[in-house]
């Protein structure tokens, strides 16, 4: 349902030269899929996910959902960033609401929609608190779920859970797979953690950088729930870091 045609991307530096930052980057990504991208600071990884959201566009090729091309920022498209990007003056609850809001949803359904998601992670004894209130890994969940909420076609996550302590990451990390078991959507998921792409992913998206573009895709042969010490799960970490080691040997002068 998602599809990467012949991408390349290039951007202008203020001193006017130009960077290649993606390189005919071809990508299918099936519906209901989870899909992590995985590389290197400066391999492209967090570009590509601008393109799909369409906060950027490509220099060439095409990016396709469900046929049609991505001409912009849409509500079938939900985006959750590292930072927490909530809104501070809103209540939980309306955070949720926002993109509802945005909709023309009545304001009855908005509320009943919400309150579904705030239960779904547990959240919905808050839903009246601000955000300055919740700690990081609870802001997180509203920030999810506030994409969910519009009801998107495919969710895109950009390191989400990069900035949280080791143990609220594994626990996010099990939520967003419980959320995705039981929502049923398309995830594009941006990490530079290979044990959390492989505890994720249907698939592992490895990139290789200067420029950016696709070096393999891994199909991640691991039955859920799964757990980070069995030896495939080993087996598969030693592959993708064996191909980024390589990569970084290559930069270096």
């Known amino acids: 349902m998602l599809k990467i045609i012949d991408v390349t991307k290039t951007f202008k530096k203020t001193d006017g030269k130009r960077v290649l930052a993606i390189s005919n980057m ?4 099936e519906e209901k899929e989870f899909v992590c991208i995985v590389g290197a600071s400066g391999c492209g990884k967090t570009t590509t996910l601008r393109l799909l959201s369409g906060l950027d566009i490509p220099t060439k090729g095409k990016i396709l959902v469900d046929g049609s091309p991505i001409n912009g920022p849409s509500p079938e498209r939900g985006i959750v960033f590292q930072e927490y990007t909530l809104f501070p003056w809103r209540t939980v609850l309306e955070n949720v609401t926002f993109g509802l809001e945005m909709k023309r949803i009545g304001k009855k359904e908005r509320r009943r929609t919400a309150r579904h998601y705030l ?3 547990g959240l919905e004894d808050y839903a009246e608190a ?3 209130e919740l700690s990081g890994g609870m802001q997180q969940r509203v920030a999810i779920i506030r994409a969910l909420a519009a009801n998107p076609k495919v969710l895109l996550m950009d390191e989400p859970f990069g900035a949280l302590d080791a143990r609220t990451r ?3 990390q099990n939520e967003l797979i419980r959320i995705w078991t039981s929502e049923q959507k398309t995830i594009l ?3 530079h953690s290979i044990n959390e792409a492989i505890f994720l992913a249907d698939r592992v998206v490895v990139m ?3 420029p950016g573009r696709i070096h393999d895709i891994i199909e991640i042969d691991l039955p ?3 757990y980070k010490t069995g030896e495939v799960f080993k087996d598969y970490y030693t592959r993708i870091h064996d191909m980024l080691e390589n990569d970084l040997d290559k930069e270096q002068p």
């Open 130 to 132: 601000y955000p300055y």
């Open 189 to 191: 998921f941006v990490t």
């Open 208 to 210: 290789k950088s200067r």
């Open 26 to 29: 071809n990508l299918q990504i």
């Open 119 to 121: 239960e779904l992670v």
């Open 170 to 172: 594994d626990f996010l």
């Open 224 to 226: 859920r729930p799964r």
